[in-house]
């Protein structure tokens, strides 16, 4: 199994910035795939950005550019960071990890971006 707590969540104003992290309980180089997605009030949950265990990246359309995942191995942590951030970005942003076939996500963080 893998526990993900994420942390960094807060209230920013446009063009502000934050940074997401997600604290895994396993050795997240084993950890096939690492990613964030964002539920905005009323939407369904979409994939902000990933990484796999390469190292390669994806990102939403409308997160390129502003955004970057990355990984610290040694601190078994993906830091999600979020620049120019924008009032359509607001949501809670979900950690997720695909392991020996299993997701798993955590609990969420609140991003609350003001015009």
């Known amino acids: 199994q893998v526990q993900l707590v994420e942390s960094g969540g807060g209230l920013v104003q446009a063009g502000g910035s934050l940074r997401l992290s997600c604290a895994a309980s396993?050795?997240?180089?084993?950890?096939?795939?690492m990613a964030w997605y964002r539920q905005a009030p009323g939407k369904q949950r979409d994939l902000v950005a990933s990484i796999l265990r390469g190292g390669t990246t994806d990102y939403a359309d409308s997160v390129k550019g502003r955004f970057a995942i990355s990984r610290d191995n040694a601190k078994n942590t993906v830091y999600l960071q979020m620049d120019s951030l924008k009032p359509e970005d607001t949501g809670v942003y979900y950690c997720?990890?695909?392991?020996?076939?299993?997701?798993?996500w955590g609990q969420g963080t609140q991003v609350t971006v003001s015009s």
């Open positions: 997720y990890a695909i392991y020996l076939s299993q997701t798993y």
């Open positions: 396993r050795i997240i180089g084993s950890i096939t795939t």
